[in-house]
T-cell receptor
Framework: AQTVTQSQPEMSVQEAETVTLSCTYD???????LFWYKQPPSRQMILVIR??????QNATENRFSVNFQKAAKSFSLKISDSQLGDAAMYFC??????????????FGKGTHLIIQP | DGGITQSPKYLFRKEGQNVTLSCEQN?????MYWYRQDPGQGLRLIYY???????QKGDIAEGYSVSREKKESFPLTVTSAQKNPTAFYLC??????????FGQGTRLTVV
């Protein structure tokens, strides 16, 4: 079974600064998807960014980018120019691209991001 | 607007009572999922369904039951056998692969 580990229960960053959230995963598969979800105080889960394992290029969405290191099984999220609205729980998630993906996503335990004004 | 609707937003259960959480989607997704969220635990899979009239147990299915009679609907029943049901419950749907889309969640509290 796949596992996802987020080693930082909480992170704090000054507004307008850059912060990186860490995620590692364990899998024997070669084809899969990785995601970062944001859960603000409303508790709605919002997709931030996705990465397909077969793509070497790191995904980017505006101020959000990832550092995907397939050999190291590492998938970190970088948030640039942090804004107060970025304050939330961030979850890293894994999904198999094959038949094993039928049971959905496997999540890490989350990182609570605090933005200091 | 396409999306996933969960109801109710808050639910209170008495000891020994069964309660049902509703989940409806109009995204035309085949797959639907129920997750439980506890503080510090992330999201844990309760049940999932890939197709109508078929569903599978997830990691923490004990004390829960589901049905999938329609593509759009995947209700979750929390039975009296679930000894610690107080939690936040999230329903999601997806195509066969890729990201999952989530509802707004239901907060269940035992009183």
């Amino acid at each position: 079974a796949q596992t996802v580990t987020q080693s930082q229960p909480e992170m704090s960053v000054q507004e307008a600064e850059t912060v990186t959230l860490s995620c590692t995963y364990d899998t024997s598969e070669s084809d899969y998807y990785l995601f970062w979800y944001k859960q603000p105080p409303s508790r709605q889960m919002i997709l931030v960014i996705r990465q397909e394992a077969y793509k070497q290029q790191n995904a980017t969405e505006n101020r959000f980018s990832v550092n995907f290191q397939k050999a190291a099984k590492s998938f970190s999220l970088k948030i640039s120019d942090s804004q107060l609205g970025d304050a939330a729980m961030y979850f890293c998630a894994y999904r198999s691209a094959g038949g094993g993906g039928a049971d959905g996503l496997t999540f890490g335990k989350g990182t609570h991001l605090i933005i200091q004004p | 607007d396409g999306g996933i609707t969960q109801s109710p937003k808050y639910l209170f259960r008495k000891e020994g009572q069964n309660v049902t959480l509703s989940c409806e989607q109009n995204l035309n997704h085949d797959a639907m999922y129920w997750y439980r969220q506890d503080p510090g635990q992330g999201l844990r899979l309760i049940y999932y369904s890939q197709i109508v009239n078929d569903f599978q147990k997830g990691d923490i299915a004990e004390g829960y039951s589901v049905s999938r009679e329609k593509k759009e609907s995947f209700p979750l029943t929390v039975t009296s056998a679930q000894k610690n049901p107080t939690a936040f419950y999230l329903c999601a749907s997806s195509i066969a692969v890729g990201e999952a889309f989530f509802g707004q969640g239901t907060r269940l509290t035992v009183v």
